[in-house]
């Protein structure tokens, strides 16, 4: 839905639902999502924000991206 939403609309989109990983937060980013909410992995981890933060701090410069932001709405999908 995040990726629909960031292409029918020019607001700013946030991305919640199932962010456990660094990776669920880099995949609401690329579909379109300005910022990421954590809610249920904080109940079961207090430290899941800080976790997060941490693994995006090591995936981006590993991806080759200058910074969290530029990955906002970067997937493209081919249209048929």
């Given at each position: 839905m ?14 919640m639902?199932?962010?456990?990983t ?12 300005t ?10 981890d207090?430290?899941?924000?800080e ?8 995936l ?10 530029s990955?906002?709405?970067?997937l ?5």
């Amino acid at each position: 839905m995040v990726f629909e939403a960031a292409r029918a609309i020019k607001i700013p989109i946030l991305g919640m639902g199932g962010i456990v990983t660094p990776e669920d937060a880099v995949e609401f980013l690329l579909a379109g999502a300005t910022a990421i909410q954590v809610g249920t992995a904080s109940y079961a981890d207090p430290l899941a924000v800080e976790r997060l933060a941490k693994g995006l701090d090591f995936l981006v410069p590993q991806s080759r991206v200058e910074k969290v932001s530029s990955l906002t709405g970067a997937l493209e999908i081919p249209r048929n």
